[in-house]
């Protein structure tokens, strides 16, 4: 309605099954960051290729994000991260009844499994052959069980990333509204 005839929006094909610009962005540093290609330092504060071992990306990525989509940007990169991990939850339940619920092998090698692990009071004798006999007979379970455990870890870190520098920026352009938040978050 409000849209000149004249110069209209431009519709891109799309790249990835994203349709705004943040949810491509967030595919984005999903992609570069992605653990399967990528290992992530935490001392650093920087992600390297495991291949070449050269940084990849780091941590003023969020800075630079914070710099040109603002706070209220950075902000919906996170929310955006939540709805994604929700959503890689559910999908791993999914998962979950229909390979492990439906299954009574599996089952009976789990519980098998924690009844020999369970309850821990030190070092398992024989762990190797428990734990290789375990995953021997569970094959198809644990691929996309580590699948959607490093999906959600690697949004996690992340969104703790985009925390900290939202902290930061916080901290830096508004003192008093800072201090008076850690303050309630203090209180608890």
């Given amino acids: 309605m409000y849209q000149s005839t004249h110069i209209p929006i431009p519709k891109f094909p799309p790249v990835d099954e994203s349709v705004t610009f ?31 071992h050269q940084e990849v990306t780091n941590s003023c990525l969020f800075s630079e994000i914070q710099y040109s989509l603002g706070t ?37 090698t789990l ?16 762990s190797s052959k428990i734990y290789s006999s375990a995953i021997a007979k569970t094959p198809k379970v644990w691929t996309p ?13 992340l969104r703790q990333k ?12 508004s003192k008093h509204l800072a201090a008076a938040l850690d303050n309630f978050n203090d209180s608890k």
């Avoid at 949810?23 to 070449?52: A, S």
């Avoid at 929700?86 to 999914?94: A, G």
């Fill in 72 to 108: 209220f940007g950075l902000n919906g990169l996170d929310r955006l991260l939540c709805f994604m991990i929700v959503k890689e939850l559910q999908n791993f339940l999914r998962l979950y009844q229909r390979m492990i619920l439906r299954d009574k092998t599996v089952q009976e």
């Fill in 145 to 157: 069980y580590l699948d959607s455990i490093l999906k959600v870890g690697q949004m996690q870190i």
């Fill in 111 to 126: 519980r098998a499994l924690q009844k020999v692990v369970s309850p821990l009071k030190g070092i398992i004798a024989n």
């Fill in 22 to 52: 943040i949810g491509r962005l967030c595919r984005e540093i999903l992609r570069i960051t992605d653990p399967k290609v990528t290992c992530y330092i935490d001392q650093m504060n920087t992600w390297y290729d495991m291949r070449t």
């Fill in 162 to 173: 985009i925390a900290n520098e939202l902290n930061y920026s916080c901290k830096f352009d």
